[in-house]
T-cell receptor, first 113, second 111 residues
Framework: DQQVKQNSPSLSVQEGRISILNCDYT??????FLWYKKYPAEGPTFLIS?????DKNEDGRFTVFLNKSAKHLSLHIVPSQPGDSAVYFC????????????FGKGTKLSVIP | DVKVTQSSRYLVKRTGEKVFLECVQD?????MFWYRQDPGLGLRLIYF???????EKGDIPEGYSVSREKKERFSLILESASTNQTSMYLC??????????FGPGTRLTVL
């Protein structure tokens, strides 16, 4: 049973517009969430994270929103750039002392110039 | 900067061969992980290790084993490679935080 779901396998956005990538989770024990970005033939790189004590975290063009009651998080990229075209993975962990991350299946973002 | 390196970027092996994938990290992290990534399936955890000589099964350990003789090195072993093990293999390490740092990956093809 998938505990972290990214229901959109792909997303296309015009350059300069907002990209919104969504992620849902089912495990109520998850309390730390991360987004990773992956280019083809490279390993994933960490992008941004959020703890369950917050509902928003910003880093430059990237903002992650967490809605704990809905068990939903989203990554906003504003403005989108062609270099943002990659696969984005949502991941979750059960917090302090937990070694494991549970990953979603990923969403492929294409930013069209 | 954390550096995670993997011994090969591309590897081609034949069915039945024994395959070793090596991973080295330079940040003195206790925790190391092996994943495989397949289209439409995301990243799936094969094995992880939280200390030297310690290992735990992940979600898909069948057909794989691991070795952690030194803190900086974590090896994934395919005892008898099969075609369904053709995949991208990713190694990661993690320190005291929740962020995992990934290597560049090894694209393994089993013929």
């Amino acid at each position: 049973d998938q505990q972290v779901k990214q229901n959109s396998p792909s997303l296309s956005v015009q350059e300069g517009r907002i990209s919104i990538l969504n992620c849902d989770y089912t495990n109520s024990m998850f309390d730390y969430f991360l987004w990773y970005k992956k280019y083809p033939a490279e390993g994933p790189t960490f992008l941004i994270s959020i703890s369950s004590i917050k509902d928003k975290n910003e880093d430059g063009r990237f903002t992650v929103f967490l809605n704990k009651s809905a068990k939903h998080l989203s990554l906003h990229i504003v403005p989108s750039q062609p270099g943002d075209s990659a696969v984005y993975f949502c991941a979750a962990s059960e917090g302090a002392g937990s070694y494991q991350l549970t990953f979603g299946k990923g969403t492929k973002l294409s930013v069209i110039p | 900067d954390v550096k995670v390196t993997q011994s090969s970027r591309y590897l081609v092996k034949r069915t039945g061969e024994k395959v070793f994938l090596e991973c080295v990290q330079d940040m003195d992290h206790e925790n190391m992980f092996w994943y495989r990534q397949d289209p439409g399936l995301g990243l799936r955890l094969i094995y992880f290790s939280y200390d030297v000589k310690m290992k735990e099964k992940g979600d898909i350990p069948e057909g794989y084993s691991v070795s952690r003789e030194k803190k900086e090195r974590f090896s994934l072993i395919l005892e008898s490679a099969s075609t369904n093990q053709t995949s991208m293999y990713l190694c990661a390490s993690m320190g005291s935080g929740n962020e995992q740092f990934f290597g560049p990956g090894t694209r393994l093809t089993v013929l």
